[in-house]
């Protein structure tokens, strides 16, 4: 049975914390990305993770705020994300693509979840 199921957002203030998790079942050899959609934006492709979890790739915007990794036992892709901004504000989303190559091109991912909320404000 395939999932990707997203948990972890919430609320936090500016200069706060959140770990996003992304349940993957049935997609160990896939690419896991990070998308979101701010309000009024168009969603964004921000992480994505080989499915080995020995490449990454980050968009300039959260780059040395934001890490992701694997962990392939237990079929989860974690975000974690520090420094958070109000632009940080949005749905977060998983997917899973069959290549890494393309990196975080939305039309080579074949799979979404169902997104989470992030919400940064004081």
């Known amino acids: 049975q395939l999932q990707l199921a997203e948990s972890g957002g919430g609320s936090v203030q500016p200069g706060g914390s959140l770990r996003l998790s992304c349940t993957a079942v049935?997609?160990?050899?896939?690419?896991i990305g990070w998308f979101r959609q701010g309000p009024g934006k168009e969603r964004e492709g921000i992480a994505c993770?080989?499915?080995?979890?020995?490449?990454?790739h980050y968009v300039d915007s959260v780059k040395e705020r934001f890490t992701i990794s694997r962990d392939r036992w237990n079929n989860v892709i974690y975000l974690q994300m520090d420094n958070l901004t109000s632009e940080d504000t949005a749905v977060y989303y998983c997917?899973?693509?069959?290549?890494?190559?393309?990196?975080?091109?939305?039309?080579?991912?074949?799979?979404w979840g169902q997104g989470t909320q992030v919400t940064v404000s004081s």
């Open positions: 993770i080989s499915r080995s979890g020995m490449l990454s």
């Open positions: 049935g997609f160990a050899d896939h690419t």
């Open positions: 997917a899973a693509s069959e290549t890494y190559d393309t990196l975080l091109t939305p039309a080579t991912y074949d799979n």
